[in-house]
């Protein structure tokens, strides 16, 4: 709330006729205590000749959490010692979990699995383009084609729908992990060949792009500071980037990075070059390794009722867990 204190009041107070001078001086004889818009039609007086008509009053912020986010974090294991939740045939790469703790896991060889909470095959889908990243959006599926660089619905039943297609002019790989903005109902689609972030409502509409001029962006996450973090397996592995679109900037010195996700201040991610997880401090970009050795971490994501990561492994077919740092 703005205040004015005794200049502005004695300023008041002298404009006065000299008729009433001395009762004005004797009114205005406490101009000291500070006078408020919201209780005073002399300080709205004073305030129109001191400030712009467009001046707004910021309500104060609530100050960031104290400490160091990656203080909780366990210490470095191999991935040889996580335990395994699962072995899957082919290539399991991206994962996600529906909020009923089942797991979806797509494999680029044509393959979709559904895994129980303890790791059992309920059932798989067979998808000949290429299924990399997959949303569960009720009991629909969104699912990225890599090869056909579109991204589809499967429902339960019925047939399957393109809800995009993505230019390719390469002949290359094309859209590989996929994000979503819950609050907004917004599908967060990485344009890996054209460098860009795009965006489409989960219920449908035109495709806008949210951002450009990154290498190969191949996954996407709302954090909890508000901004979207996107994963690049060029050479700057992470990137911010406004909410409701703008210019990437850079965080730490990440390169190489296959996945990203969030949760509470920290962003976990797979490292393809150095075969890592690791967690992120997004307001530093200082990192913490929680796995490593000889590994090809590639899908993650965070278990139903959070705390626990989902990781797997596409050169062995392995799907582990481990804990988050918080």
Same mark, same amino acid.
């Given at each position: #709330? ?15 006729? %000299? *008729? ?12 000291? /205590? ?11 007086? &004073? ?6 008509? /467009?001046?707004?009053? /910021? $309500?104060?912020?609530?100050? +960031? ?17 996580? +335990?395994?939740? &699962? ?9 996600? $979990?529906? /909020? ?20 059992? %095959? ?21 699912? &990225? ?18 809800? %995009? ?48 001029? #990154?290498?190969?962006? *191949?996954? $996407?996450? %709302? ?25 990437? *900037? ?52 965070? &278990? $139903? ?14 799907? #582990?867990?481990? +804990?988050?740092?918080?």
């Amino acid at each position: #709330m703005t205040t004015y204190r005794g200049a502005a009041a004695t300023r008041y107070c002298s404009a006065l006729v %000299v *008729v009433a001078a001395l009762l004005a001086a004797a009114s205005c004889g406490g101009g000291t /205590s500070p006078v408020t818009r919201a209780t005073s039609a002399a300080s709205s007086a &004073a305030s129109t000749a001191t400030a712009p008509a /467009s001046a707004t009053v /910021s $309500a104060v912020s609530t100050p +960031p959490p104290s400490g160091d986010p990656l203080a909780g974090c366990p210490a470095a294991t191999s991935e040889s010692a996580l +335990p395994v939740l &699962a072995r899957l045939p082919g290539q399991p790469d991206d994962v996600t $979990a529906a /909020s009923n703790g089942t797991l979806w896991i797509g494999d680029e060889t044509g393959r979709i699995s559904e895994l129980g909470t303890g790791g059992t %095959v309920l059932s798989t889908l067979t998808d000949a383009h290429g299924p990399e990243g997959i949303i569960v959006d009720g009991s629909t599926l969104l699912v &990225a084609e890599q090869r056909a660089n579109r991204v589809v619905r499967i429902p339960p039943q019925g047939s399957t729908t393109t809800v %995009v297609t993505l230019t390719n002019r390469t002949g290359q790989p094309g859209v590989d992990g996929l994000g979503v903005d819950t609050e907004r109902g917004l599908l967060l689609i990485p344009d890996g060949l054209l460098g860009a972030l795009r965006a489409v409502p989960l219920g449908g509409g035109a495709l806008r792009t949210l951002a450009t001029g #990154m290498s190969r962006p *191949v996954a $996407a996450s %709302v954090a909890t500071d508000g901004a979207l973090y996107v994963a690049d397996e060029g050479a700057t592995g992470l990137w911010r980037i406004p909410r409701d679109g703008g210019k990437p *900037v850079a965080v730490g010195h990440e390169r190489d990075l296959d996945e990203v996700i969030s949760e509470g201040r920290l962003l976990y991610v797979t490292d393809l070059r150095a075969g890592t997880v690791r967690a992120i401090d997004p307001a530093s970009g200082a990192a913490r390794v929680l796995v490593s050795g000889d590994a090809s971490p590639q899908g993650l994501a965070l &278990a $139903a009722g959070g705390h626990r990561l989902v990781l797997t492994d596409s050169n062995r077919g392995l799907v #582990m867990t481990l +804990p988050t740092c918080s």
